[in-house]
């Protein structure tokens, strides 16, 4: 029997991770090296948003938010679309051009044409609320891009309460009145083991498994060619509009 002492459970994580905290930069989330254990995500994930923003059918003089992340790691690839992008963060001291949080941003409704929401809404106690609040800030025809994990391994920041299913996706954008446009899974089956194995060893190993993380990423990413098979997906990225009738 395996008890959680689900009173500190945030107090274990940090044990858990004492010399072996995972840091990002902006760099990390685009062109992640092949010796890091989350290799295989970010790389599948940074693919699929790139092409999402590329499709988004933004207008080039629009504005763009990332919600969420203060370093925008997709900023370069939102100015190919000719779009001003701003940053919003719950942290104060993050630089972020906004402080606020996803269900409550404080910004103004209709402010925005494009809103990037990657890898937050597990961190949320309600993602449907943070939905209906960027509808709120979408222009009416305004486009969402937001990615969520559906395996993942407990990473309080500064908690963790989801994980996401393809048609818990769906439902949270028909709650929200969002017209899904695009569901993406990042990696099948076989990359999902995989990245699974290197969150194992990672936990074991830390940043000291670099090697041996890069030989999994590679048999990973040879494995997830030949198996195509999204119903076990690590990760889901989608694409959504807000409808033009959309009252504001």
Same mark, same amino acid.
């Given at each position: 029997?395996?008890?959680?002492?689900?009173?500190?459970?945030?107090?274990?994580?940090?044990?858990? @991770?004492?010399? *072996? %905290?995972?840091?990002?930069?902006?760099?990390?989330?685009?062109?992640?090296?092949?010796?890091?254990?989350?290799?295989?995500?970010?790389?599948?994930?940074?693919?699929?948003?790139?092409?999402?923003?590329?499709?988004?059918?933004?207008?080039?003089?629009?504005?763009?938010?990332?919600?969420?992340?203060?370093?925008?790691?997709?900023?370069?690839?939102? %100015?190919?679309?000719?779009?001003?992008?701003?940053?919003?963060?719950?942290?104060?001291?993050?630089?972020?051009?906004? /402080?606020?949080?996803?269900?409550?941003?404080?910004?103004?409704?209709?402010?925005?044409?494009?809103?990037?929401?990657?890898? /937050?809404?597990?961190?949320?106690?309600?993602?449907?609320?943070?939905?209906?609040?960027?509808?709120?800030?979408? *222009?009416?025809?305004?486009?969402?891009?937001?990615?969520?994990?559906?395996?993942?391994?407990?990473?309080?920041?500064?908690?963790?309460?989801?994980?996401?299913?393809?048609?818990? /996706?769906?439902?949270?954008?028909?709650?929200?009145?969002?017209?899904?446009?695009?569901?993406?899974?990042?990696?099948?089956? %076989?990359?999902?083991?995989?990245?699974?194995?290197?969150?194992?060893?990672?936990?074991?190993?830390?940043?000291?498994?670099?090697?041996?993380?890069?030989?999994?990423? /590679?048999?990973?990413?040879?494995?997830?060619?030949?198996? @195509?098979?999204?119903?076990? %997906?690590?990760?889901?990225?989608?694409?959504?509009? *807000?409808?033009?009738?959309?009252?504001?």
């Amino acid at each position: 029997m395996m008890r959680i002492a689900h009173d500190r459970l945030h107090d274990e994580f940090r044990q858990a @991770q004492t010399g *072996k %905290a995972s840091h990002h930069t902006a760099a990390d989330r685009t062109r992640p090296s092949l010796f890091r254990y989350d290799c295989l995500s970010l790389r599948r994930l940074a693919q699929d948003i790139r092409s999402l923003i590329e499709e988004s059918g933004v207008p080039r003089d629009g504005v763009a938010l990332d919600l969420g992340s203060a370093t925008s790691p997709y900023r370069d690839w939102v %100015a190919t679309l000719g779009c001003r992008i701003e940053t919003l963060d719950i942290d104060p001291a993050s630089g972020a051009d906004h /402080v606020g949080t996803g269900d409550d941003t404080g910004l103004p409704t209709g402010a925005f044409d494009l809103v990037i929401c990657t890898q /937050v809404l597990e961190h949320v106690p309600d993602p449907r609320r943070v939905l209906l609040e960027i509808r709120r800030i979408l *222009k009416p025809g305004g486009r969402l891009i937001a990615s969520a994990p559906h395996v993942w391994f407990y990473h309080p920041h500064p908690s963790d309460y989801w994980r996401f299913t393809q048609e818990g /996706v769906v439902q949270l954008c028909r709650d929200a009145d969002l017209e899904l446009i695009e569901l993406r899974a990042q990696g099948g089956s %076989a990359l999902t083991l995989f990245q699974s194995v290197n969150f194992l060893l990672y936990g074991i190993l830390g940043r000291a498994g670099g090697p041996l993380y890069a030989i999994f990423n /590679v048999l990973g990413f040879a494995a997830d060619r030949l198996v @195509q098979n999204e119903l076990f %997906a690590h990760n889901f990225a989608w694409l959504a509009r *807000k409808p033009y009738e959309a009252a504001a």
